[in-house]
């Protein structure tokens, strides 16, 4: 039965809400017989998720507006994100690893060599949310604070061995001057880290905005405003900053002809075009 009296969960809004989508692809995915990755946590959390009407309503509507090219995307996102981080952990197997805008994001479960230690960043609201329904371990912590209240600097242990930000699915939500701001800071503070993110560029930014936000039921609350097709871009923001690996977010995948004809084309459409790109960058140097 539903639950739409009492709530036993946070509910979230505005950009806090677009969490939902990267956990409803990978807990769709658990169902399909050749999965791009499997996560089974996702799929119990959108259960427990569903007992309270809205999130249903939301899951919902995920079903029925959005095709398996987006659900792949945001599978492709994560594993891009995924290989990313074993790069850095090849060579700095202690190292700190930071996950910007966390949300209900699984992935240390995915890379863990049993040494790193992992911080999942996050709105307050969020980080309640997230608490309740995945626990936090030893080598695990939650820092409950907005990406821009750079106070959560303070809160990164020993940094010694490394340190590595991730972003799934996040900055171009903020405006750019703060992403700007926001890496010049990391910069200044943490010389010789590494950051692995995704971007889009202005027109796959307006095309998202439409067919993802305000499809999904999530266009008045959350926009994306903040566009970087080249790695160029911000590599001139500082001469420290410098680009270790930028590629087009389908060009290393292994293509499955079930995924159908017409969502292999679109994506080597957006391969292309540029239009959604995987950045890792190194800031600063020791």
Same mark, same amino acid.
């Given at each position: 039965?539903?639950?739409?009296?009492?709530?036993?969960?946070?509910?979230?809004?505005?950009?806090?809400?677009? #969490?939902? $989508? =990267?956990?409803?692809?990978?807990? @769709?995915?658990?169902?399909? +017989?050749?999965?791009?990755? &499997?996560?089974?946590? *996702?799929?119990?959390?959108?259960?427990?998720?569903?007992?309270?009407?809205?999130?249903?309503?939301?899951?919902?509507?995920?079903?029925?507006?959005?095709?398996?090219?987006?659900?792949?995307?945001?599978?492709?996102?994560?594993?891009?994100?995924?290989?990313?981080?074993?790069?850095?952990?090849?060579?700095?197997?202690?190292?700190?690893?930071?996950?910007?805008?966390?949300?209900?994001?699984?992935?240390?479960?995915?890379?863990?060599?049993?040494?790193?230690?992992?911080?999942? #960043?996050? $709105? =307050?609201?969020?980080?309640?949310? @997230?608490?309740?329904?995945? +626990?936090?371990?030893?080598? &695990?912590?939650?820092? *409950?604070?907005?990406?821009?209240?750079?106070?959560?600097?303070?809160?990164?242990?020993?940094?010694?061995?490394?340190?590595?930000?991730?972003?799934?699915?996040?900055?171009?939500?903020?405006?750019?001057?703060?992403?700007?701001?926001?890496?010049?800071?990391?910069?200044?503070?943490?010389?010789?880290?590494?950051?692995?993110?995704?971007?889009?560029?202005?027109?796959?930014?307006?095309?998202?905005?439409?067919?993802?936000?305000?499809?999904?039921?999530?266009?008045?609350?959350?926009?994306?405003?903040?566009?970087?097709?080249?790695?160029?871009?911000?590599?001139?923001?500082?001469?420290?900053?410098?680009?270790?690996?930028?590629?087009?977010?389908?060009?290393?995948?292994?293509?499955?002809?079930?995924?159908?004809?017409?969502?292999?084309?679109?994506?080597?459409?957006?391969?292309?075009?540029?239009?959604?790109?995987?950045?890792?960058?190194?800031?600063?140097?020791?």
């Amino acid at each position: 039965m539903q639950n739409t009296g009492s709530r036993n969960s946070a509910e979230l809004e505005g950009v806090s809400r677009t #969490l939902l $989508l =990267p956990l409803w692809a990978r807990a @769709r995915e658990c169902n399909q +017989p050749n999965p791009i990755l &499997t996560d089974n946590w *996702a799929k119990q959390i959108v259960e427990n998720l569903s007992t309270i009407a809205s999130y249903k309503n939301s899951f919902d509507e995920m079903d029925r507006v959005f095709d398996r090219y987006y659900q792949l995307s945001q599978l492709i996102r994560a594993k891009c994100l995924d290989n990313e981080i074993r790069t850095f952990l090849t060579t700095h197997p202690s190292g700190t690893i930071v996950n910007i805008g966390a949300g209900f994001d699984t992935t240390f479960a995915r890379v863990d060599n049993g040494l790193l230690k992992w911080y999942d #960043l996050d $709105l =307050p609201e969020v980080i309640t949310l @997230r608490r309740k329904h995945i +626990p936090e371990t030893e080598r &695990t912590k939650c820092i *409950a604070k907005s990406v821009l209240d750079t106070s959560w600097f303070d809160d990164i242990g020993d940094d010694r061995n490394g340190v590595m930000f991730v972003s799934c699915g996040v900055l171009f939500f903020l405006h750019g001057q703060q992403v700007k701001q926001l890496f010049l800071e990391l910069t200044n503070r943490f010389a010789g880290s590494e950051a692995a993110f995704d971007t889009m560029s202005k027109l796959f930014m307006v095309i998202g905005n439409w067919s993802v936000l305000r499809r999904s039921g999530m266009g008045n609350q959350a926009v994306m405003r903040w566009s970087m097709r080249s790695a160029q871009g911000i590599v001139n923001w500082d001469k420290r900053i410098s680009v270790m690996s930028e590629y087009p977010m389908f060009s290393r995948i292994r293509v499955d002809k079930s995924w159908g004809k017409s969502v292999i084309n679109r994506m080597r459409t957006v391969n292309r075009m540029r239009g959604i790109n995987i950045f890792h960058l190194r800031l600063g140097a020791k």
